[in-house]
């Protein structure tokens, strides 16, 4: 069964950046998928430190888009215990779909077991 309190949590999920000494890498939440290409936030990051080299900072933060498209860098993003596992999530929810469509070749078959 799909759990939709995490799916709500995943999809609330703030940005992280990642700032290291060779530069620095953005996790985006579910949410913001559709415009993954375009995020305005990713785009703020590398307005605010390029694409490579040392951001000069360290370290996992929360971060959002802020006034006038610059970068702001929140609270110190730490793991979280609770997060979803969207690859088995995904699963799951293209099993339901060929259940509901009929397609789903790759389930047993109960009449045979």
């Not at 970068?71 to 088995?88: M, T, W």
Request: charged letters at 25%; one cysteine or more.
């Amino acid at each position: 069964m799909i759990d939709l309190d995490a799916v709500k949590r995943a999809l609330a999920e703030p940005h992280v950046i990642d700032l290291r000494e060779d530069g620095w890498t953005m996790s985006h939440p579910l949410s913001c998928r559709p415009v993954l290409f375009d995020c305005p936030v990713n785009r703020a990051a590398q307005k605010s430190f390029g694409s490579s080299g040392d951001p000069g900072l360290r370290g996992r933060y929360q971060c959002e888009l802020a006034d006038e498209g610059w970068l702001s860098i929140g609270d110190v993003a730490a793991a979280r215990a609770d997060q979803i596992d969207v690859g088995a999530l995904v699963d799951e929810i293209e099993q339901l779909r060929g259940l509901l469509t009929g397609a789903h070749h790759d389930l047993p078959d109960p009449s045979k077991e």
